[in-house]
């Protein structure tokens, strides 16, 4: 097992600042691993609203099913998180297993299970053993504190190798209000939602809809946009608690999607998704090298996703990033694969903004020492311009390297 | 670079018998490689009928154009293939170069240009000095003998540990005809067409509309039910060549592909096909294990095949057998995340036969060492058995190594 810090961890690492309405706990379980936390609980207060949005795989995990049931009731009082199993293919154990995670929440916190939320990560097919959370949810539930935003992104880790948080202080009408996110993902990271877990809190008075909305509109260019091995999880969680608490030093009440006051808050908001979607492109496992893939003059957006995807999925195209070389060849084969309208005489193709081929051939400008030398960053562009359309997308990766087989290859056993 | 042969390889070597109206030759003419066959030139007698089938990538090389445009012609004296350089995404110059390649082996042979076929397969994206056919062509004429087809699957080879050849002798009315194959192809190998080059050549008289129909009915189930990386060339290549010289000896002149006579050599065709492809699957690069995944009770035939590619394709599995880690859970990501109807508590997997997940859990009977045991086999089939239909399909491919990155991180410095 890789424990080492992945190269392309931020460098400054954001305080976490205290949400009004809002407690947390950690603790260590023993779920699967040793010598570290595996439990959070988060505590909210009466009258958060909730919004989530899951896995589109056919065979979602069990919290996924159980939190999307309880969406409707629109209120959350506290939300259990667990690394080390993922609580999916458990079939009825399974389901019994969040029935009665919900079941002890509820009772420590005096409330009542329809309220409580659910997310599970780790190994899947093994039964998880909920009597383990009896007990120790009573004890995170007494000592939750505001503080410990870290040791909560600590606590929901798998392959990671560092916590993932960011947080953002905007104002709501003329009331500072703060926005805090959590997130964990290594591996299995591909789109078509959320691909990880993630959680977003803020003291902010935002209806549940319209939380949902953010959510929604939020995700597409976020985490949807970031894929690591092109494998989809079957546990993916992206979920948003607002506590309201802000309401009470005077922001303004947020029921609908196109209120005025939500504007600067939606971009905050939207900017957390985007800050920790990118972290998880950066603890992308065994990756060297985050990759950023460009394709514009598509013929539509949706079409520019498409051979975006494409490119960063390719083993092919990864593996020559992870060897420095600028191999635009294996990118054409990528483009060409996806099935999207192109032009081979049309298309040009750049590294970190050097252009390499163009017009269907290599470009007569190219010097190999110089992309030889844009090569060995730790961030790498791959720009296609297409030639044939308005169309635009972006989405990140990581390069492909040895350290990703033997983090895979190793991690059950 | 790995060179060591593929532990996969097949143990036993067929001898490749003459074909009557082919004769064979290559050289070393230094496009890439050192010390090494990289031309192929098979000769054809006048009246070889020729069919094709060819990438589906959008950016298709010059090869590949030169090729379909000319089969409409139906007739080959020829056929040019070359390792090395793929002449592909090389514009304007890659077009020059087929056409000349082209007309150098057409004045050597003394015939036309459009019955000159041609194929490349290495680096995209590097011009291909088509000069340096000059005077080799002449002299593979020259001394091309009707043996040496071992030597012609060696000459095309690029990142293949072993050449791939196939043979069959089978009667078409009372007379015997032989059908020989040869094929590359490491990696850069997924569905969508032939994924590789490949070449059939037979003396059976059959017309090139007939040839196609094979052809295209053939490479489903076989060359399209191959993947290495997911990844697909830009100049993949199927084709086939039909001297009709077993007519002389009696055999029926096919120009039908429903001529009750054709039924036994169209199986014996449809297995040179088969076993090719299982030789690509074999020689993936950094292979060490032939995966092949049957997907059954599938809501169709075409969504057991998206099933079914959906596990072969996903990085996860294939590190996971690798690793000789029956990891269950990962298949059922993979066949959530295909986006086919499934129902997780009808799913049942099992590896090389041993159950070891049933109705959306793990197996009752499971047996950790048991299949732990069987993990260690050189091939692992994993079956899938989706329980709500009656579609079925399987693919091979291999599993993902540090070895392919290490191809792949290195192939072009």
């Known amino acids: 097992m890789v424990t080492a810090i992945s190269p392309l961890a931020p460098q400054n690492v954001p305080d976490m600042p205290r949400i009004a309405g809002i407690r947390l706990a950690t603790a260590a379980a023993g779920i699967r691993y040793q010598n570290r936390t595996d439990v959070l609980l988060a505590l909210f ?5 909730v ?12 919290a996924v099913d159980w939190c999307r049931a309880r969406l409707k009731g629109g209120e959350a009082r506290a939300l259990v ?11 009825k154990i399974g389901r019994q297993a969040t029935a009665l995670t919900a079941a002890i929440a509820a009772k420590a916190i005096e409330s009542n299970p329809g309220k409580i939320f659910l997310a599970s990560t780790g190994v899947i097919g093994e039964p998880l053993d ?5 007990g120790v949810l009573d004890e995170l539930a007494k000592n939750a504190t505001p503080d410990g935003w870290h040791n909560a992104a600590r606590a929901i880790m798998t392959t990671d190798t ?39 809190f803020t003291d902010a008075p935002i209806s549940s809809g319209v939380l949902q909305t953010l959510l929604k509109s939020g995700v597409n260019d976020t985490f949807n946009a970031v894929t690591i091995d092109g494998d989809t999880s079957t546990s993916d969680t992206l979920m948003a608690f607002a506590t309201g608490a802000a309401a009470a030093k005077g922001a303004p009440v947020i029921k609908r999607a196109n209120d005025p006051h939500l504007k600067a808050f939606a971009a905050a908001f939207h900017g957390i998704l985007a800050d920790l979607a990118e972290q998880v492109a950066r603890d992308g496992e065994g990756a060297r090298k985050l990759v950023e893939v460009v394709v514009e003059g598509a013929h539509s957006d949706k079409s520019a996703r498409k051979v975006a995807m494409s490119i960063a999925n390719s083993p092919l195209v990864k593996t020559a990033v992870a060897g420095e070389d600028a191999n635009w060849g294996r990118v054409v084969m990528a483009v060409g694969k996806a099935g999207e309208p192109a032009n081979r005489d ?9 252009r390499v081929a163009s017009r269907g051939a ?13 090569m ?5 562009q791959i720009k296609v311009a297409m030639g044939i359309g308005k169309g635009r997308d972006r989405v990140l990766t990581c390069d492909l390297t040895k350290e990703y087989v033997a983090i895979n290859g190793d991690y059950r056993s």
């Open 45 to 49: 207060d009466k009258g958060t609203s």
């Open 51 to 62: 919004a989530g949005v899951f896995t589109k795989s056919k065979c979602p995990s069990a």
């Open 362 to 374: 290599r470009d007569p400008a190219y010097n190999e020492e110089q992309v030889s030398a844009t």
């Open 376 to 380: 060995k960053q730790p961030k790498i």
């Open 81 to 91: 998180v667990n690394s080390g199993n993922a609580n999916a293919f458990t079939g």
């Open 346 to 354: 049309k298309l040009a193709i750049s590294f970190n903004g050097i």
């Open 162 to 200: 560092f916590a993932k948080v960011a947080t953002a202080t905007v104002k709501l009408g003329k009331t500072k209000v703060r926005i805090n996110g959590i997130a964990k993902g290594a591996g299995m990271i591909a789109p078509d939602m959320a691909t990880l877990l993630a959680f977003v």
């Open 130 to 134: 909920a009597t383990k959370f009896d």
